[in-house]
């Protein structure tokens, strides 16, 4: 059972979470599923990670080098963010990765579910794709490291965040040599879903 209503003057339509329209029943968009309650069981924060290492400031210009994580087995995984953390001995500027001395030759890439989201080749790009970005005061190194939030929630319509589906990853990799990075490491979370 769905039932039109006006919001903001287009027509939209809400049904019950069951679909009788039984009293009491939670009202959502048609086209939406029922929010998941998160607790402490179902709750992520994880690294991303290759061969169990998180360090992404690796050489990745011969062969690149994929950082990710990957739903457990009967779950999707709900990204609602992903966060960034580079550190490094020399300032950054915007025409350079981190503090590298210039752009990326191939670029940082992150990938969902298996798909190109973007590749950021300097920290003008990267800022650019995550908005949410700063130096780090709180470590006395505010022109040498960067800290970064993706807010997957925040371009998914109003959405709970990207759904990264059971057997697929969200990765970043590395396809230049970062290893003059002091640090680069991401951690995604958000919330398990059974499927």
């Not at 210009?61 to 020399?90: K, N, W």
Request: net charge negative; with cysteine.
């Amino acid at each position: 059972m769905s039932v039109p209503i006006l919001v903001e003057g287009q027509v939209k339509y809400l049904k019950t979470v069951s679909g009788d329209g039984s009293l009491g029943d939670p009202w959502v968009a048609a086209h939406d599923t029922p929010r998941f309650i998160a607790n402490e069981s179902n709750v992520v924060s994880a690294y991303l990670e290759n061969g169990g290492s998180r360090a992404q400031n690796v050489d990745g210009s011969v062969t690149a080098v994929e950082f990710s994580y990957t739903p457990p087995t009967g779950h999707d995984f709900l990204c609602q963010r992903a966060m960034i953390y580079m550190e490094d001995s020399t300032n950054f500027a915007s025409g350079i990765f981190a503090g590298l001395g210039g752009a990326l030759t191939n670029g940082w890439l992150m990938k969902i579910n298996g798909f190109s989201a973007f590749t950021a080749r300097d920290n003008a790009e990267l800022a650019i794709h995550m908005f949410d970005i700063s130096g780090n005061t709180i470590f006395g190194k505010d022109n040498q490291t960067l800290i970064g939030r993706f807010s997957f929630n925040k371009f998914t319509n109003g959405g709970d965040g990207i759904t990264i589906r059971d057997g697929m990853t969200i990765s970043t990799v590395v396809q230049d040599d970062l290893s003059g990075l002091d640090r680069l490491n991401v951690m995604v979370q958000g919330v398990l879903l059974p499927i």
